[in-house]
RNA sequence: GCGCCUGUAGCUCAGCUGGAUAGAGCAACUGCCUUCUAAGCAGUGGGUCAGGAGUUCGAAUCUCUUCAGGCGCGCCA
């Protein structure tokens, strides 16, 4: 229907005198036509003649009334009207108003999906948090916005992919078999742990886990504490040489054992929140720089070669200028080892090498300095930074009983992502996540999640869907002969729901917009907005009281309402709620 | 100091490719359950859209600037 208008309004701006045709698309291209705000504006809206009154420098209420006549002349709607500032409202004629609702009941979950990612390649990297412990209520919020883009993208036809990038490998991963073999022997050690070593419970549990099979037994335990530095940074890696030296197979042992078992609680949690990956990358599987046919070695030579990466001061640098990052930053520390950075570079051209169109990270806003030196990366490496869409989130402050919940990794204090989920189920948890744009603080109140109260917006969404579903239910039961499918709504018999109508029919486009902005909490304020609809319907009218032909149109829309619903909460990996 | 984000009702937030009277929930006050789920609904009050300047027929939205808050600026990860 829109197409159509808008080809109607084409014709009828390139009839105006010395329009060219790049014109007319100008004004096209910068106007919009969409379904109208409100009611009491039509069932659409138009602004293309304050457009056109812009930039062909016209006035835009006579344009507008000129426009009207000219639409009405087509007796293709029920009204045209000029208003305002220069709007055109159109009134459709009844069919095309509810045909939304036979469409909906026919698509059922498919409403709202569409093609308008083009089956774009996308991948989208999220969470990919140090396994050096479990998931806490930080990594939840980047968990579900990446996996609920993922969801909306694939909605709209897009090809999408959702990793995590595993950090296996590196210091952290060594810090993290230290402190697992010192929970072991710790009787043996007179209460010394390091301070840098990390001290959670779940350390502890993975030693006892660990030695159920296995046996740790050093002949000499006070030799790796002997002339330690008193500096906490080089303590914890003297400490590593030595465990290393005093028995390599049992480190080793230790180290894979300890990196599994977090990996998989990791998983365990991932799938428990409902958010789950098509691929895990290792950054082991990068390979070293003391292997030369290794990735990383690859992508730092390519570099090299190229000119885009140098050596001064002993180190290896790479030029970023390209991104207008502050300063070049080093690959090769002068000692030899790589950087972070280095596998970082590695595996970004890894991603660019499996040919997706767009590559979204998602990462905590703390890492927004880090954008530009992985640009410069990829640009280094030929190709095109703007294959890179970084989406950053905010931290999510956690309030419980109106006090802020404090956490660190390093000392083991933390709210777990597992022991939200335990406290106020996945579903919830997810909504709240959501419910704020993600790139803006959140402050998350436990007390409110679970509360059965008004101002819990997730239930009264829940509350909606429910209501209607149970009054599906009982219409049957009371009219087992009748077919719920009835287009008694196309005559018109009954109004009251077209408020409902209109807003349904929003839908798809709340859906696009969601997808090309990748803002999840559009969804969010739509279904909110739609239930209030639906909770005010819904005490003003005792739906089965009615005469039979208005409760068959009442039912037909109502369904459709719920449908829309179900849809919303799924695409939001939300499990609608038949009964509460 | 430089960079990014934010400032909208008492509180929590929508609205930001410029568009019709700036919206919602909570809190406050007033009503609505012998009828489909009251985790609901209806109503009242509440705003210099942080301040200032600019662009425009039109600015919460764009530009500049001031103020306030958060975060980031390692040969850490």
Known sequence: MIETINKNIEIFISSLDGVSNDLVKAVINKSSTSISENLDNGHLTTNVCMVAASTLKLNPKELADNLEKNLNKLELYKEVKAAGPGFINITLHRKDFSSVLCRIIEAKEKFGKSNIG??????????????????????????VYGDVIGRILKATGSFVE??????????????????????????????????????????????????????????????????????????????????????????????????????????????????????????????????????????????????????????VWLNTD???????????????????????????????????????????????????????????LGSNKKKLIVKLVQFANLFKKGKKVKMSTRTGEFFTLKDLIEEIGADAARFYYLSKQADQHLDFDLDLAK????????????????????????????????DINVEAIEEGLYKKCDNLIHEISKYPNVVNKSAVTLQPHLIIFYLRDLSQLFHSFYNDNHVLSESKDNMQSIVYCLSAVRQTIANGLNLLGIKPMQKM
């Open 322 to 380: 390209s991104s207008g990052d502050d300063k070049h930053r080093v690959l090769v520390r002068d000692d030899g080892r790589a950087t972070y950075f280095a596998s970082d570079v590695a595996y970004h051209k890894n991603k660019v090498d499996r040919g997706y169109d767009d590559l979204i990270n998602v990462w905590g806003a703390d890492h927004h300095g880090y954008i530009k030196r992985i640009e410069a990366s990829i640009e280094a």
């Open 118 to 143: 083009n089956n774009r390649k996308i991948q989208i990297e999220f969470v990919s948090a140090n396994p050096t412990g479990p998931l806490h209520v930080g990594h939840g919020r980047g968990a």
């Open 451 to 482: 509360s059965d109260s008004k101002e819990n917006i997730f239930y009264y969404i829940q509350y909606a869907h429910a209501r209607i579903f149970s009054l599906e239910k009982k219409y049957k039961e009371m009219n087992p002969d009748l």
């Open 162 to 315: 959702k990793e995590y990038y595993i950090n296996d490998a590196g210091r952290q991963i060594d810090i993290l078999t230290a402190s697992v073999i010192l929970k072991i022997i710790q009787k043996e050690l007179n209460g010394f742990f390091p301070q840098n070593a990390y001290k959670g419970e779940y350390i502890e549990s993975i030693g006892k886990e660990f030695i159920i099979n296995n046996i740790v037994k050093y002949d000499d335990v006070g030799s790796f504490l002997k002339d330690l530095s008193s500096d906490p940074e080089e303590e914890i890696d003297q400490i590593i040489v030595n465990l290393k030296r005093l028995d390599e197979k049992i480190w080793k042992l230790v180290k894979s054992f300890s990196l599994e078992s977090i990996i998989k609680s990791i998983k365990n949690d991932l799938k428990d929140f409902n958010v789950d990956f098509d691929s895990w990358f290792n950054e082991s599987s990068l390979g070293e720089l003391s292997d030369s046919s290794s990735q990383i070695s690859n992508s730092i030579n390519k570099l090299k070669i190229d000119g885009m990466a140098y050596e001064k001061d002993g180190a």
